[in-house]
């Protein structure tokens, strides 16, 4: 009896739980243009987030991501991004965003007068706002980019999507950017990350 019981469990599959193995955490890539192998850690922010903006996931460069929903599905998002100066000149930002809503670029010469003075972290700033309607897409778009330079990084605060509801959530953007504030260092040179949120 005791070897038929003891040849039952040769047959049986036994099943265990082994924990997975995390990968290691990867260092993002050095932006485009810049040669440095070694990138520092994110900055750190601190900010108050307005009403109805939601948290989001934060992209490789990303310290800061929400999502703004709107009526009838309509949405936008905001993203923080700091990149090593000089990430660009304003030129070829704006540029590029208005690319990004179907509009033509501009020359130099009529830059300055897009510029429109707004306050991140009691610094002035540039805001720089464009709308229109991309090839493919569905309705218009707009998107409200800030950019100040400090301490050697180039800042982007971006609110962009649906036209209709960027622009209403322009105030709370703006709002936004002058609640945020760049932590003080502390005597080692090292930022207090203490994000306010």
């Known amino acids: 009896m005791a070897a038929v019981l003891g040849g039952c469990d040769r047959g049986q599959v036994q099943e265990y739980r082994v924990p997975r193995e995390e990968p290691p955490m990867q260092q993002p890539a050095a932006p485009s243009g810049h040669s440095d192998a ?6 750190a922010l601190e900010y108050q987030r307005p009403p109805g903006w939601q948290e989001a996931p934060l992209g490789q460069m990303r310290v800061a991501s929400f999502e703004v929903s709107g009526k009838d599905g309509k ?7 700091p990149l090593p100066d ?32 707004v306050e991140i972290a009691g610094q002035p700033a540039k805001l ?15 998107i ?22 960027v622009a209403e959530q322009r105030s709370a953007f703006i709002e936004f950017l002058r609640s945020v504030r760049f932590p003080a260092e502390d ?10 949120r």
Request: proline share 13%; charged share 15%.
């Open 75 to 81: 949405g936008a998002e905001v993203s923080v991004v």
């Open 38 to 43: 070694s990138v520092a850690p994110a900055p």
């Open 144 to 165: 409200l980019a800030a950019i100040i330079r400090r301490d050697g990084v180039a800042w982007f605060f971006k609110l962009a999507g649906d036209d209709g509801l």
């Open 86 to 117: 000089p990430a660009g000149t304003d030129l070829n930002n704006v540029n590029r965003w208005r690319s990004q809503v179907g509009l033509p670029p501009v020359p130099e010469a009529e830059l300055a007068g897009l510029a429109q003075p």
């Open 128 to 142: 720089y706002e464009q709308a229109g309607t991309s090839a493919g897409a569905t309705g218009p778009s707009r």
């Open 187 to 196: 005597p080692a040179g090292q930022p207090q990350p203490s994000p306010v």
